[in-house]
């Protein structure tokens, strides 16, 4: 019957139990539990990702696609380290791995380099799959995956190459046209992370600048971002980077990213005054992850749709 749940209880006490250590583990490492709305004025500019927009007085907010911007204001405005456990929203298709509203851990970490906010996000992860034995994780460059699974280097190699170990037809590419990050993102999805070790945590760093999002440049490369994305198997669990604190630099790169929504045909979005103000007014250094408690929780359960760790989902329950 359509009507009853996707999970049943012993699926909310796994659920329950990931969230108390989460929370346990945060505590014992001095990082202060916040809330912020999940209503925000302006939704934000990444071409890949899309927020739901509601009516407030006829007029137009956002549900949240992450807790990001209000935390780092709260990080500028003089907060330590802090984490929240919140339901996120993305009006994106869904899928085995996929929903519209998911539930997201984030957290930051004042002071922390790459190496420490990798090692930091590795320990909570582990603490949280506790039912799953874990080999020790596999930590890479981003230049070395391409480099030991396809051989190419994804810094210098061209988009025919891309195109043909895709083994793109012409609708795909003209799709996808002339985008070199996105024929990066579409040869890793299909033909690196599916080699992903499934007993152990793949961390990969050092992603291109052009892919820099909201991380710092390295300041020993500058070819490469100070982020980093945690598999395990093929999963993408988490997503994380030593923050850019650069307030130009930041709005130079809403701004691109208002173009290329542009340039693909997707509605203009307006930017985020009050984060850029937060970064004018000096937020520190710091390092943030965001994770997603879905995805670790369907893996540590043995399932392989997250709709099985979710009571209902938009959709209803799946036939059969």
């Known amino acids: 019957m359509t009507w009853q749940p996707n999970s049943g209880v012993d699926t909310a006490r796994a659920r329950a139990s ?55 204001r ?112 579409l040869v890793f999805a299909t033909r690196i992370s599916p080699c992903f070790d499934d007993d152990r945590l793949t961390v990969v760093f050092h992603y291109p600048g052009s892919q820099a999002s909201l991380a710092r440049i390295c300041p020993q490369d500058a070819t490469v971002a100070d982020r980093f994305e945690i598999y395990l198997g093929a999963v993408e669990l988490a997503n994380g980077f030593v923050e850019l604190t650069d307030a130009d630099e930041q709005l130079s790169r809403f701004e691109r990213d208002r173009d290329v929504r542009s340039a693909v045909g997707k509605r203009d979005v307006a930017i985020d005054y009050e984060l850029i103000e937060a970064l004018r007014a000096g937020m520190p250094e710091c390092a943030g992850v965001a994770l997603g408690l879905d995805r670790l929780l369907m893996i540590a359960e043995g399932l392989s749709d997250i709709s099985d760790v979710m009571t209902f989902t938009p959709g209803g329950r799946r036939a059969g």
């Open 18 to 72: 990931m969230i108390r250590r989460a929370r346990r583990y945060f505590d014992d490492h001095d990082v202060l539990e916040v809330s912020t709305p999940a209503l925000s004025q302006t939704p934000v500019t990444d071409p890949n990702i899309d927020a739901i927009a509601a009516l407030l007085h006829d007029k137009k907010i956002y549900l949240h696609t992450s807790p990001e911007y209000m935390m780092k």
């Open 74 to 185: 709260l990080i500028a405005a003089g907060f330590p380290d802090i984490y929240q456990v919140c339901r996120v929203f993305r009006n994106a298709e869904s899928g085995r791995r996929h929903q519209p509203e998911f539930t997201m851990i984030e957290w930051y970490r004042l002071g922390f380099d790459l190496d420490s906010i990798i090692e930091d996000a590795i320990c909570l992860i582990t603490t949280l799959a506790d039912s799953r034995t874990l080999e020790r994780p596999k930590v890479l460059s981003y230049s070395d995956v391409y480099k030991e699974t396809l051989s190419i280097d994804p810094l210098s190699t061209s988009i025919a190459t891309l195109i043909d170990i895709a083994d793109a037809d012409m609708s795909l590419q003209q799709s996808v046209g002339d985008d070199r990050d996105a024929w990066l993102d």
